[in-house]
T-cell receptor
């Protein structure tokens, strides 16, 4: 079992719709969770972090964490063509704060005008 | 501007010829890390460092060396590169804190070993 799993997609949504991206992780001791966006040929860019169960909203983005189910999701409201990118879920897999950060393989999102 | 700077951006080299990819950050971050990204395999952590002279292996350390003699610099060394080290490499840094704050990434180095 991979430590961090994402559906590779592509996930295709029409402009203005809600895009829902999902991620599961295997280490129950994980405490820190992140969503990165990566445009083709560019470096990953941190867009959301979440540490507690529940929802965290930042503009059009909402991160959701359910530690009991070992599940993290990212919702993008009012999706725009400029949101088309690969979204990477990342998890610090230990209960202690270390330098380790494990990434899923990413989900490709396509927002169609 | 706060940033992580890697050099070179592109590098083509031959098997066995030692090379160093430099990484520098100007944010006074304690933690630094190297990742490689390959199609179908995603981003995989090579090494990370939690402070000067403190380094630890990530998931794919074989064939790589790192050093952290200064807080701002974290070079990646390939003593004897092989074709399977052809990849896109990213350096990253983050500040220390009670929680893991997530890494800020450099622009990447595309390495080809022939």
């Amino acid at each position: 079992q991979k430590e961090v799993e994402q559906n590779s997609g592509p996930l295709s949504v029409p402009e203005g719709a809600i895009a829902s991206l999902n991620c599961t992780y295997s280490d129950r001791g994980s405490q820190s969770f992140f969503w990165y966006r990566q445009y083709s040929g560019k470096s990953p860019e941190l867009i959301m972090s979440i540490y507690s169960n529940g929802d965290k909203e930042d503009g059009r983005f909402t991160a959701q964490l359910n530690k009991a189910s070992q599940y993290v999701s990212l919702l993008i409201r009012d999706s725009q063509p400029s949101d088309s990118a690969t979204y990477l879920c990342a998890v610090n897999p230990y209960s202690s704060n270390t330098g380790k950060l494990i990434f899923g393989q990413g989900t490709t999102l396509q927002v169609k005008p | 501007e706060a940033q992580v700077t890697q050099n070179p951006r592109y590098l083509i080299t031959v098997t066995g010829k030692k090379l160093t990819v430099t990484c520098s950050q100007n944010m006074n971050h304690e933690y630094m890390s190297w990742y490689r990204q390959d199609p179908g395999l995603g981003l995989r952590q090579i090494y990370y460092s939690m402070n000067v002279e403190v380094t630890d292996k990530g998931d794919v350390p074989e064939g790589y060396k790192v050093s952290r003699k200064e807080k701002r610099n974290f070079p990646l060394i390939l003593e004897s590169p092989s074709p399977n080290q052809t990849s896109l490499y990213f350096c990253a840094s983050r500040r220390v804190g009670r929680q893991h704050y997530g890494y800020t990434f450099g622009s990447g180095t595309r390495l080809t070993v022939v």
